[in-house]
């Protein structure tokens, strides 16, 4: 039985998962964390499934979004992250949102509770010794420099990074009242949502075009020397060539691309109405709960890793915010990733060394729910190799599946990039029209399309439960 025990390395979101399902499934598992005796430059706590960029798990909706197909699709595989994300759900319009410490602290309970995990702290510093038969390997954006060395070494490929930013974090009774107001965009409620779910700080064209001055001339801090692209002469042509990631990318670069880049971004002052003023705001700044008491807002979408200094004095430009308090300010951290579609087989087995999975963000997909949902089918597959069973994946037309068809060679290897979950990854309708009263025929786009995408995805996953279901019976 020791040789069939799964080794997890990694209790983030993925490996939390993995866990989880494996777990379940009746498999032994140990869950390996370096943290908290070895510490990371973005995480603070030693518990599994710690937040660290944002505390947004994004849209909600199963409808019409990727991301709220995927959330369903793990609620309805009895997902661990959904469901101590359900419980720990905070205001945030049609997204999901969560408060922080509880999430953490409940996946980390549930897994300390289970009878089929132990919890093993300290760090794998290298590659998993030869008798761990069945590993799989969840260590995120911010892998040891010991592991990644080691894969980098076994792979022949090198460790190819991009880099993520955090947003600030303001304590709530500091936020001006007489200036910002409660709303969510178009009044959209979500989980634990009223349609009031979100602080507004608006801005007036003079406002936002000072603003926007001051962020492009503040003073922002320098990589460190281990966060850095090779390749490069100085430290000026290294931050130049630096590879970030669209989802997190920080308020500063994306005010360089256009002095109107942020107004149609994070900024956008659609779906809103000032009840303080007549007068239309021209830009809106959105703050977003961050903990269950509400005491804490994060700053949608500003991301930065401008100094400390500067983010407090550019920060406190915005109405409403003149004496905001923060209880955290921005930063920005290296994130890590293998080039999946070249080096891992369908089963997420490295092909150069099949007892090792991968999951996660390791992988190359992007986002919390993406990264939880892979560590998810990897708990499974694992768990079905230790148990002896037969494991199919699920169909390519559900979230899961695209997402791990897409990781595991539906991508160019040779352009492969951190991938959010989205409906280009799914095939196309079998039937892309639908038929109008008048007997002609449409062609199925917008939400009509979307529909048909998730109607499809859904009743694709069921059947595939289904099947396994009998097949363990």
């Not at 407090?312 to 930063?331: D, K, Q, S, Y």
């Not at 492969?416 to 199925?444: S, W």
Request: charged share 20%; glycine share 10%; with cysteine.
């Amino acid at each position: 039985m020791k040789n069939n025990v799964i080794h997890i390395v990694g209790a983030g979101l993925a490996g939390s998962e993995a866990a989880w399902q494996a777990a379940n499934m009746g498999a032994k598992v140990i869950l390996h964390e370096m943290r908290p005796e070895v510490g990371t430059p973005a995480h603070s706590t030693g518990n599994a499934a710690e937040l660290v960029c944002s505390n947004s798990f994004r849209s909600d909706d199963a409808e019409y979004n990727a991301v709220g197909l995927l959330h369903a699709e793990m609620r309805a595989m009895e997902s661990l992250i959904m469901l101590e994300g359900d419980k720990a759900a905070v205001p945030a319009g049609g997204a999901l949102a969560v408060d922080r410490d509880r999430f953490s602290e409940g996946v980390t309970q549930a897994l300390i509770d289970h009878p089929n995990v132990t919890i093993e702290t300290g760090e794998v510093a290298g590659i998993p010794p030869a008798e761990w038969s069945n590993v799989i390997i969840a260590t995120g954006p911010l892998t040891s420099d010991a592991l990644a060395k080691d894969i980098a070494e076994l792979t022949g490929e090198g460790e190819l990074a991009f880099f993520d930013a955090i947003a600030p974090i303001v304590h709530t009774d500091s936020i001006d009242m007489n200036i910002a107001w409660f709303q969510s965009r178009y009044d959209k409620p979500g989980p634990a949502g009223s349609g009031k779910d979100y602080i507004n700080c608006p801005m007036t064209k003079e406002q936002y075009e000072t603003f926007i001055n001051e962020l492009l001339n503040a003073e922002y801090g320098l990589f460190k020397e281990w966060e850095l692209p090779s390749g490069s002469k100085s430290l000026a042509e290294q931050e130049e060539d630096t590879p970030y990631f669209d989802g997190c990318m920080p308020i500063e670069v994306m005010a360089s691309r256009g002095p109107e880049t942020l107004r149609f971004g994070p900024m956008k002052p659609v779906g809103l109405t000032n009840p303080n003023a007549e007068e239309q705001p021209y830009a809106v700044v959105q703050l977003r709960q961050d903990n269950a008491l509400g005491t804490l807002y994060n700053i949608v979408g500003f991301q930065t890793k401008m100094k400390w200094g500067e983010q407090t004095r550019v920060f406190r430009m915005i109405p409403g915010l003149e004496n905001a308090e923060f209880a955290r300010l921005g930063g920005l951290h290296r994130n890590t990733f293998i080039n999946s579609p070249k080096l891992l087989d369908g089963q997420l087995r490295l092909k150069a060394d099949p007892r090792l999975r991968f999951a996660g963000q390791i992988t190359g997909c992007e986002g919390y729910v993406e990264s939880a949902s892979v560590g998810l089918i990897a708990g499974r597959m694992a768990a079905s190799q230790a148990l002896g069973l037969d494991f199919e994946l699920p169909p390519v037309t559900t979230a899961h599946g695209a997402l791990i068809n897409h990781i595991t060679g539906g991508a160019e290897s040779e352009t492969f990039q951190p991938m959010n979950v989205n409906f280009g990854l799914f095939p196309p309708p079998e039937n892309p029209f639908q038929v109008m009263p008048n007997g002609k025929r449409k062609k199925l786009k917008g939400k009509d399309r979307k529909k048909c995408y998730t109607a499809r995805a859904m009743q694709d996953l069921n059947n595939w439960l289904s099947g396994n279901k009998e097949k363990a019976a």
